[in-house]
């Protein structure tokens, strides 16, 4: 098969030097006609497959050039995601810092903002750690709120840092009461990172959702009037001597980011007017 193909170009060969041959000794065109027509395919096919290799080499560079741009794209659009996710993270921050620059302005009580820098689970947030210690006159059973109302208090100091009990912990508990009806009672948290509001059964008329709940102040170690959160259902139990109301809390517990200790509770007026619950 080899061999026949050699034979094969080498015979086109011959015959091209021949009909030159020809050409070149004669005045008539018709060898040159016969050559051009010889040729013509070839020169039509090597025509035809340089024009290809052009062509698939500038379709393979704009190729490679689209791939590199879609590559730089991809990178730039993931950048500007992580620009403006940092960008609404400044902006999300200087709101809740205004807010509580705001609240401390505003309060008749000396207050010390601080940051959240560890949270406790237990399949619910327990308790927080605040970046305030001893060393910034911290001491035990402190009021900790936020702009929307109470957080807790504080249950243990060590120098640098302090731990907020929260109002859900189940060891923790409130005295407070009902705006508006002033239903009294005690606030407990509960087990699921919830709060129930206890209250006797005869203090309970005109008791409805929505209401909101606020601590009392009594005992002096919680200002009066922080807003704790608002009755979602009420557990009417019949003829028992208390009944109880499920709460749902002014403040997300499990968002929370800074914070202020309220550093002297005593002799504190109603703080209702102060607050706005909605405020995170």
């Not at 807010?99 to 959240?116: D, G, K, M, V």
């Not at 820098?117 to 970046?131: F, K, P």
């Not at 008791?207 to 557990?235: E, H, M, T, W």
């Amino acid at each position: 098969m080899k061999t026949r193909g050699l034979v094969l170009l080498a015979g086109t060969v011959l015959l091209c030097l021949v009909l030159l041959t020809v050409q070149a000794r004669s005045q008539s065109s018709a060898p040159a006609d016969a050559l051009a027509a010889l040729t013509a395919p070839i020169q039509t096919a090597v025509a035809r497959t340089g024009h290809f290799a052009v062509g698939a080499w500038s379709t393979y560079r704009e190729w490679r050039n689209v791939r590199a741009e879609n590559v730089r794209l991809r990178d730039e659009i993931q950048r500007l995601r992580t620009a403006t996710l940092q960008v609404d993270e400044t902006v999300d921050e200087n709101r809740r810092l205004r807010l509580l620059l705001s609240l401390q302005e505003r309060l008749p009580l000396a207050t010390l903002a601080s940051e959240i820098i560890a949270r406790e689970w237990g399949g619910w947030v327990r308790s927080l750690t605040i970046g305030r210690g001893r060393h910034d006159g911290v001491t035990r059973l402190m009021a900790v709120i936020t702009p929307a109302g109470l957080v807790g208090r504080v249950v243990e100091v060590r120098h640098a840092t302090a731990i907020v009990q929260l109002l859900t912990d189940p060891a923790s508990t409130v005295g407070a009461h009902v705006v508006g009806t002033r239903t009294a009672g005690i606030l407990e948290g509960q087990a699921r990172g919830t709060m129930r509001f206890k209250f006797m059964a005869r203090d309970g008329a005109g008791l409805k959702v929505g209401d909101l709940v606020v601590a009392s102040g009594v005992g002096g170690l919680i200002p009066r009037g922080l807003p704790i959160g608002r009755i979602q259902s009420i557990d009417d139990r019949g003829s028992a001597l208390f009944h109880f109301a499920a709460l749902s809390p002014v403040v997300d517990l499990s968002r929370l980011e800074d914070v202020l200790v309220v550093m002297n509770q005593g002799g504190a007026p109603d703080l209702t007017a102060f607050f706005r619950p909605g405020d995170k």
